[in-house]
């Protein structure tokens, strides 16, 4: 097999906090430059936020969130004879929670809040209540899964 289909599992360990990978995951994805006790301070003070608007256990908003977002097919570029094809793929759980955790980032980047843990925390409510940017980029996913499905047959 060649290098570039190997894959190595990364090890992920769990928060401190929650004790929970998805958290400590996520946590890896906000965190910039290496600033890894700023991105656990924002993922935090996202959570405490959420905790006190619904009065309601974050960690379950947040898993329950991600399962909203997490897309079921997604589009992969396939060359046949010159042409390209956007061909239809389904998505594997680990594939879809990382999808899950980058489009809710970049929700949360585009918000008009100041800070970035409000920005977080409105877009995992907006996820969890089947709303906001995130769900929009899945649903447009489908979308799209489902025009190319006459592709299909293109799959590697």
């Given at each position: 097999?060649s ?31 290496g ?16 905790k ?38 389904e998505?594997?759980t ?10 809710i ?29 995130s769900?929009k980029?899945?649903?447009n996913?489908?979308k799209m899964a ?8 293109y799959?590697?």
């Amino acid at each position: 097999m060649s290098r570039r289909h190997r894959s190595i599992k990364k090890i992920v360990l769990p928060d401190l906090k929650y004790q929970d990978n998805m958290v400590g995951k996520f946590i890896n994805i906000i965190m910039k430059q290496g600033k890894k006790s700023t991105a656990e301070k924002i993922v935090y003070k996202s959570f405490n936020t959420i905790k006190d608007l619904l009065k309601d256990d974050p960690l379950k908003i947040f898993k329950s969130a991600l399962e909203k977002v997490r897309p079921l097919v997604e589009l992969r570029s396939r060359r046949v004879g010159g042409a390209n094809y956007q061909v239809p793929v389904e998505v594997s759980t680990e594939r879809g929670l990382i999808l899950a955790f980058r489009w809710i980032k970049e929700a949360a980047k585009k918000r008009a809040e100041q800070q970035m843990h409000i920005k977080i925390a409105n877009e995992i409510i907006d996820a969890f209540q089947d709303r906001g940017e995130s769900i929009k980029k899945r649903e447009n996913t489908h979308k799209m899964a489902e025009a190319n499905k006459a592709f299909a047959h293109y799959l590697w």
